[in-house]
T-cell receptor, first 116, second 115 residues
Framework: ETGVTQTPRHLVMGMTNKKSLKCEQHLGHNAMYWYKQSAKKPLELMFVYSLEERVENNSVPSRFSPECPNSSHLFLHLHTLQPEDSALYLC???????????????FGPGTRLTVL | AQKITQTQPGMFVQEKEAVTLDCTYDTSDQSYGLFWYKQPSSGEMIFLIYQGSYDEQNATEGRYSLNFQKARKSANLVISASQLGDSAMYFCAMREGRGAQKLVFGQGTRLTINP
């Protein structure tokens, strides 16, 4: 596998379900991100992890719970979601350099989530 | 106020023609970075090109070039000799500040290349 991979690619869940999205990066990066892309809205940053620590939580509801067990893996745990949470969820990774600009973010193919 | 503005919701271009996608940005930082991404219908965001605020030369990557006009706060993407495979959504994004990780995206432009 190369680049950034995401599983599953498509997910349909009910409002009472619990599911998890998985992201894996094979680029040797040390920062990972979750973005949400809704129809007719710009891409929104949800969470940033750098060196496995969460450095940003962009006012995301608690029904979304991220987990970063190591620099290569990122999860987004979902529970009691709402229909308006239906969207494309994109994972990205980059190299965070504290001495200068962080590197370009590279994205995975996304998980298209539908909440019924 | 919107940080990134892409004023063209859709563009239709004939194959082999050049196309310019507009992007203007708003920031008070001196250090920032500008990015263009391509998103085909499959959903993946593909990095195309980057321009740093201190870069004196316009960035180029193959058929892609970035027309960076700092005083006007514009960072237009130019695609030369367009191909059918260029049909996709194109997003302009900005990273503000030194060390910042957050990317702010525009609304995107849907580019359609006609044969």
């Amino acid at each position: 596998e190369t680049g950034v991979t995401q599983t599953p690619r498509h997910l349909v869940m009910g409002m009472t379900n619990k599911k998890s999205l998985k992201c894996e990066q094979h680029l040797g990066h040390n920062a990972m991100y979750w973005y949400k892309q809704s129809a007719k809205k710009p891409l929104e940053l949800m969470f940033v992890y750098s060196l496995e620590e969460r450095v940003e939580n962009n006012s995301v509801p608690s029904r979304f719970s991220p987990e970063c067990p190591n620099s290569s893996h990122l999860f987004l745990h979902l529970h009691t979601l709402q229909p308006e949470d239906s969207a494309l969820y994109l994972c990205a990774s980059s190299q965070w350099e504290t001495s200068g600009f962080p590197d370009t973010q590279y994205f995975g193919p996304g998980t298209r989530l539908t909440v019924l | 106020a919107q940080k990134i503005t892409q004023t063209q919701p859709g563009m239709f271009v004939q194959e082999k023609e050049a196309v310019t996608l507009d992007c203007t940005y708003d920031t008070s930082d001196q250090s920032y970075g500008l990015f263009w991404y391509k998103q085909p219908s499959s959903g993946e965001m593909i990095f195309l090109i980057y321009q740093g605020s201190y870069d004196e030369q316009n960035a180029t990557e193959g058929r892609y070039s970035l027309n960076f006009q700092k005083a006007r706060k514009s960072a237009n993407l130019v695609i030369s000799a367009s191909q059918l495979g260029d049909s996709a959504m194109y997003f302009c994004a900005m990273r503000e500040g030194r060390g910042a990780q957050k990317l702010v995206f525009g609304q995107g432009t849907r580019l359609t290349i006609n044969p």
